[in-house]
Nanobody, 129 residues
Framework: QVQLVESGGGSVLTGGSLRISCVVS??????????VGWFRQAPGKEHEEVAS???????????SVAGRFTISEENPNANAKNTLYLQMDSLQPEDTGTYYC?????????????????WGKGTLVTVAS
């Protein structure tokens, strides 16, 4: 099992910045065997993948946040515990939502993941205009 706990959400004005964090832990967890990612859910909108790191720590971003958000992890070689970050700059009202971090086991012989198996409970980000 892998546990994920998000923190750092809050309210910010349009154009502002916020960094949210996620502690990833568990006996099974290893940064080289898991992908990690940030997702968000806004009222009335579909669940959206915002940013992710594959098991080789290669980042990927949704078009809506590319150039404004940065995903990172504290230790790309971590075992059992790590911290995932999402630095969000130039925030817009449409970035408002609950942000979730997730972890998924990579495919054998690959750095990518087909699915996310473990999820946190989320942290709320509100961007006021």
């Amino acid at each position: 099992q892998v546990q994920l706990v998000e923190s750092g959400g809050g309210s910010v004005l349009t154009g502002g910045s916020l960094r949210i964090s996620c502690v990833v832990s568990g006996v099974e967890y290893s940064a080289s065997r898991f992908c990690v990612g940030w997702f968000r859910q806004a009222p009335g909108k579909e669940h959206e993948e915002v940013a992710s790191l594959n098991a080789a720590a290669v980042p990927k971003y949704a078009d809506s946040v590319a150039g404004r958000f940065t995903i990172s992890e504290e230790n790309p070689n971590a075992n059992a515990k790590n911290t995932l970050y999402l630095q969000m700059d130039s925030l817009q009202p449409e970035d408002t939502g609950t942000y979730y971090c997730a972890a998924g086991r990579r495919r054998p012989m690959s750095w990518v993941c087909d699915d996310y198996n473990f999820w946190g409970k989320g942290t709320l980000v509100t961007v006021a205009s």
